[in-house]
Nanobody, 119 residues
Framework: QVQLAESGGGLVQPGGSLRLSCAAS?????MGWYRQAPGKQRELVAS????????NYADSVKGRFTIFRTNAENTVYLQMNSLRPEDTGIYYC???????????????RGQGTQVTVSS
């Protein structure tokens, strides 16, 4: 069983940046970052294939967020720039599969890290 551990969340002012990390206890395939905002449905914000050659982003974060990974460390990152108050939420990483239709979430998920964007 693979364990995932997120880190890097915090409080940041609008326009600021954060980098989230997700460390896996073993080898994983495709990875995705989800966020859960209060009163909203969980949203897949970014995903990346096993080799890192393919990525997808939600329209709401395109051009501001970048997902990348270091397979040697079994770690996936989410670089978040130009943060907005609507980016506030709990961010979770998830290990899944890459399909012809993009990322498909799997069973393994971390505990999440809180991101709060506020002045």
């Amino acid at each position: 069983q693979v364990q995932l551990a997120e880190s890097g969340g915090g409080l940041v002012q609008p326009g600021g940046s954060l980098r989230l990390s997700c460390a896996a206890s073993g080898s994983v395939n495709a990875m995705g970052w989800y966020r859960q905002a209060p009163g909203k449905q969980r949203e897949l914000v970014a995903s990346i294939s096993k080799g890192g050659g393919s990525t997808n982003y939600a329209d709401s974060v395109k051009g501001r967020f970048t997902i990348f990974r270091t397979n040697a460390e079994n770690t996936v990152y989410l670089q978040m720039n130009s943060l907005r108050p609507e980016d506030t939420g709990i961010y979770y990483c998830n290990a899944g599969l890459w399909t012809p239709f993009g990322f498909r979430g799997g069973t393994y998920r971390g505990q999440g890290t809180q991101v709060t964007v506020s002045s």
